[in-house]
C-alpha cells in the first residue's frame, strides 16, 4: 500500500530537497509542495511518471513550488546588473 510517507519520499529524492504532501480528502486529491528547492524540479517528468504508477488511480494531484521574490533579490544587494547571465527565470530559483 502507497503511504503518504513513501510519497513524500519519492518526491524529496527526485527533487532533493525536503517535501511537504497535503491531502484534501474531501476532493480525493493531494497536493505535492518542494519546499527544500526553489523553483521546478529538475526531473519533474520522472516523479510525474512514477507518481502516477504508484498512487491509488481514484487520487489526483497537483504541485505547488517555491519561487525567489524580488524583495528577497534586494535584500541580498542583487540588482538587475549584478548577474546579466541570469534572465528573470533564472532569479526565481535563486538562493
Request: glycine residues 8%.
Amino acid at each position: 500500500m502507497v503511504t503518504k510517507k513513501f510519497i513524500k519520499e519519492t518526491a524529496e529524492a527526485f527533487s532533493g530537497g525536503e517535501v511537504e504532501i497535503k491531502e484534501h480528502p474531501e476532493s480525493y486529491s493531494f497536493t505535492v509542495q518542494f519546499i527544500g528547492v526553489r523553483g521546478i524540479p529538475k526531473n519533474l517528468s520522472g516523479f510525474k511518471g512514477i507518481l502516477d504508477n504508484i498512487k491509488p488511480a481514484h487520487l489526483s494531484y497537483d504541485f505547488k513550488y517555491i519561487y525567489t521574490v524580488w524583495d528577497h533579490l534586494s535584500e541580498k544587494k542583487l540588482s538587475w546588473n549584478d548577474d546579466k547571465n541570469k534572465s528573470w527565470n533564472g532569479l526565481k530559483a535563486y538562493e
